[in-house]
């Protein structure tokens, strides 16, 4: 059954007659035509759909679009301001944080997250924030990298 849904998104006001129970990832993707966050496991497990909800790192996949009804979403697409790109995205191509390109929004968008509660992280405190999303192409190291980097200008 559809329903009226309104939020933010990418600071714009977003309302939409949605079946409420539809996945955010599946509304930002399909509905709103906001590819940039990826669909990868499903389960909640590997991270690529990571958006930010308020100023907390989300998994799109699992949560009801109901859920962010009167909240902000920012997806990837929100990073960037006016055509340049956030100093996250800069220091992740400066550091070759991204090798496929596919984790790399989540990626991002958990180390946006992490930088808006804790803006100079440690290393182990970026460690332990970016632990639960998944690189297949081992470039931890360079994503760790690219996080220190951009927080000294994030």
């Known amino acids: 059954m559809k329903d009226s849904v309104s939020f933010r998104l990418n600071g714009k006001p977003i309302q939409l007659e949605v079946d409420s129970d539809r996945t955010l ?3 930002l993707r399909t509905d709103l035509g906001l590819t940039g966050t990826k669909s990868g496991c499903g389960e909640s497990l590997c991270g690529a759909c990571t958006v930010v909800v308020g100023k907390e790192a989300v998994r799109s996949c699992q949560l009801p679009v109901k859920a962010v009804r009167g909240k902000e979403v920012t997806t990837i697409e929100g990073l960037e301001k006016n055509g340049k790109l956030h100093p ?3 220091a992740f191509a400066d550091t ?10 989540g990626m ?14 440690t290393r182990k405190q970026i460690v332990v924030a970016m632990d639960d999303n998944l690189c ?19």
Do not use: D
Not at 96 to 105: D, H, I, K, N, R
Not at 137 to 151: F, T, Y
């Open 25 to 27: 990832l599946w509304v």
């Open 88 to 90: 996250l995205q800069e």
């Open 96 to 105: 070759g944080g991204l090798q496929c390109g596919f984790c790399t929004p």
């Open 108 to 121: 991002i968008m958990n180390a946006y997250a992490l930088l808006l509660k804790i803006p100079k992280p």
């Open 136 to 154: 297949r192409c081992a470039a931890h190291h360079r994503i760790v990298q690219a996080i220190e980097q951009a927080s000294g200008r994030a």
